[in-house]
């Protein structure tokens, strides 16, 4: 029986961004289906019927939800190639902890900065500015964040940079000269082709942001 | 050389119980350090530098954070005994799933139910009582929520059982009554050492609540 990949996924979504490469690292072939959030599709409400929300990977009819289970889930199935986890339990333990961290952190940390202003902004920035130092630090002078190999958690967080130009526009700073170390880290995984073809150019989601910060500021 | 466990946990948490329950399935001997996690001593803060919680599993001298990731951590270091993931990828990623969910959804109203008063506390029994309907709707008519045998989902909610009586008590429901059919797998569960031991003295957690009530502002 064939392998039927089907992913609903929302384009400027960084978490969908994950399943994107994680599927492209094994060579998966699958099928897109871009999701409208203001209309739900019936698949969607079927598939993921408790959060109703993308990503959601369908596999031979079957969902699994959350975009670091589906990662990880990937790894499991396509485990031929290209690891995304590492084998050492404590590694692993550690990998699974910092995509922990950036779920439980950094996306209500980073809506903040471009859905405010003034001083809840400023806030905002600030705490921003410092979960990306403490990812920085821990990234250290390694290439990745796994050491020698491109993993887990490089997935977890990239899709956050194609957000990256929305950020300083609408807070008014420069991610390259708070953590120049994070930008570099970016480039060299935007360098693999898994990366460059399941993110969408920066420019088009500083365009969608700028959009949506108008429900949410009135300048 | 002896295997040398440690954790870092305070009697009322219910992240604590679940890693104290996986401990005790497998086996494995480990101290226990009493630790309050509002006084931040040295050892929490250089074991978990970056959320200063507990519980901290310290193996070898090396801390695994968040209780899901270190019952992952259990089960793969301790494989040969009593597995409490699936080995199927579809069947791990659900299980997963549900964990997640637990912690994503169940986690706050559980407490506001107690912790908070007025309408805070009224939407969040509301809450709390659509997600214990969710669960008991997935265990279905399973034994347990991975099928024949107690595992990680299992372990995941029964680390909050000691609070079902405060959920109950100050959001003035019975689970019980509600919800037959996940009492009757809590009473399964509790046929299990591991999940005894791990539990705390219902009365003691009563007048832990009260403490805190009074400290939230929720008397």
């Known amino acids: ?219 | 050389m002896a295997e040398e466990v440690i954790l870092l946990d305070y009697w009322p948490s219910m992240f604590g119980m679940r890693t104290k329950m996986a401990l005790a399935e497998k086996g494995v001997t480990y101290e226990y350090k009493e630790t309050d996690p509002w006084v931040k001593t040295p050892l929490l803060i250089e074991m978990n530098p970056i959320h200063k919680k507990i519980p901290v599993l310290i193996h070898k001298g090396k801390p695994i954070c968040e209780s899901l990731i270190q019952l992952e951590y259990i089960d793969e270091v301790w494989s040969d005994s009593y597995p409490m993931l699936p080995s199927d990828p579809y069947q791990k990623a659900q299980a997963r799933f549900w964990g997640d969910f637990i912690d994503k959804k169940f986690y706050d109203p559980s407490w506001k139910v107690w912790g908070t008063k007025g309408e805070e506390q009224v939407a969040a029994k509301k809450e709390l009582l659509e997600h214990f309907k969710t669960l008991e709707t997935e265990l279905g008519d399973k034994p347990y929520y991975g099928g024949e045998v107690f595992g990680y989902v299992d372990i995941a909610l029964m680390g909050y059982y000691s609070w079902f009586i405060a959920m109950e008590k100050f959001g003035d429901f019975s689970i019980e009554t509600e919800f037959p059919v996940l009492t009757q797998w809590t009473k399964r569960c509790l046929a299990r050492e591991s999940v005894v031991k791990a539990l705390a003295d219902p009365d003691k957690i009563i007048e832990y609540a009260n403490i805190l009530r009074k400290k939230f502002g929720a008397e």
């Open chain 1, 1 to 219: 029986m064939a392998n039927e990949v089907i992913l609903l996924d929302f384009w400027p979504s960084m978490f969908g961004m994950r399943t994107r490469i994680a599927l492209r690292e094994k060579g998966v072939e699958f099928e897109y289906r871009e999701e409208d959030l203001r209309n739900k599709s019936p698949l969607l409400l079927q598939m993921n019927p408790i959060h109703k929300k993308i990503p959601v990977l369908i596999h031979n009819g079957k969902p699994v939800c959350e975009s670091s289970i589906q990662v990880q889930y990937i790894d499991e199935v396509w485990s031929h190639k290209n690891p995304i986890l590492p084998s050492d339990p404590y590694q692993r333990a550690q990998a699974r902890f910092w995509v922990d961290f950036i779920d439980k952190k950094m996306y209500d940390a980073q809506r903040k900065v471009w859905a405010t202003k003034g001083e809840e902004q400023e806030a905002s920035k600030k705490e921003f500015i410092e979960l990306l130092k403490t990812l920085e630090s821990e990234l250290g002078d390694k290439p990745y964040f796994g050491g020698d190999d491109f993993g887990y958690v490089d997935i977890g967080l990239i899709g956050f940079y194609t957000w990256f130009g929305a950020y300083e526009k609408f807070g008014n700073f420069s991610i390259e000269s708070e953590c120049p170390k994070l930008i570099g880290w970016a480039k060299r995984c935007l360098q693999r082709e898994s990366v460059a073809k399941s993110l969408p150019e920066s420019e088009k989601v500083t365009e969608f942001v700028s959009e949506l910060r108008k429900k949410f500021v009135v300048e």
